[in-house]
T-cell receptor, first 112, second 110 residues
Framework: DTAVSQTPKYLVTQMGNDKSIKCEQN?????MYWYKQDSKKFLKIMFS???????INETVPNRFSPKSPDKAHLNLHINSLELGDSAVYFC???????????FGDGTRLSIL | GENVEQHPSTLSVQEGDSAVIKCTYS??????FPWYKQELGKRPQLIID?????GEKKDQRIAVTLNKTAKHFSLHITETQPEDSAVYFC?????????FGKGTTLSVSS
């Protein structure tokens, strides 16, 4: 069983569209995260949720809206996609904030 | 907030040599420092971590050292093998956010 699973693995779409990425963890962790990895491989935190509550919201455009229906799921919805949104988005989870983080396999988002 | 600098950005070694990657951090409140290895097209995977109350930690060929006073920490890989080739990221954590360095691409040639 994959510990942190993301769907879809690849997402190719047109500028201006709205899309969602789903993430689920079966590790029983309380904290979940979204990271963006750009073309230069730089990994940057976007959001952090602890037990369904938003803890961190870095300077991310409000076109990005995370939703956590329960502590095992953290989904990411993106409105009005722009070319600069092309990246790999990683979901991760940890038991609590300062514990090892386990990453999903990533979603490669390409905007045409 | 936390800022993590990582050097070098690329590192090429011969198989069997040692490799050292260095990071510095800015926030003295940071207390957790993991290292991740990312192979091409794959997810980052934790390889070793250290907390601020420890100066050194080893796991087989991998070791991490931490100097809290100087705010720097280093990854040491001994007896490198071709399968060690990957991008390595250091990170520092204050609160719930992991702040990553920009990565080091390690190439091990046989």
């Amino acid at each position: 069983d994959t510990a942190v699973s993301q769907t879809p693995k690849y997402l190719v779409t047109q500028m201006g569209n709205d899309k969602s990425i789903k993430c689920e963890q079966n590790l029983g962790h309380d904290t979940m995260y979204w990271y963006k990895q750009d073309s230069k491989k730089f990994l940057k935190i976007m959001f952090s949720y602890n037990n369904k509550e938003l803890i961190i919201n870095e300077t991310v455009p409000n076109r990005f809206s995370p939703k956590s229906p329960d502590k095992a799921h953290l989904n990411l919805h993106i409105n009005s996609l722009e070319l600069g949104d092309s990246a790999v988005y990683f979901c991760a989870s940890s038991l609590v904030g300062d514990q090892p983080q386990h990453f999903g396999d990533g979603t490669r988002l390409s905007i045409l | 907030g936390e800022n993590v600098e990582q050097h070098p950005s690329t590192l090429s070694v011969q198989e069997g040599d040692s490799a050292v990657i260095k990071c510095t951090y800015s926030d003295s409140a940071s207390n957790y420092f993991p290292w991740y290895k990312q192979e091409l097209g794959k997810r980052p995977q934790l390889i070793i971590d250290i907390r601020s109350n420890v100066g050194e930690k080893k796991d087989q060929r991998i070791a991490v050292t931490l100097n809290k006073t100087a705010k720097h920490f280093s990854l040491h890989i001994t007896e490198t093998q071709p399968e060690d080739s990957a991008v390595y990221f250091c990170a520092g954590q204050a609160g719930t956010a992991l702040i990553f360095g920009k990565g080091t691409t390690l190439s091990v040639s046989s």
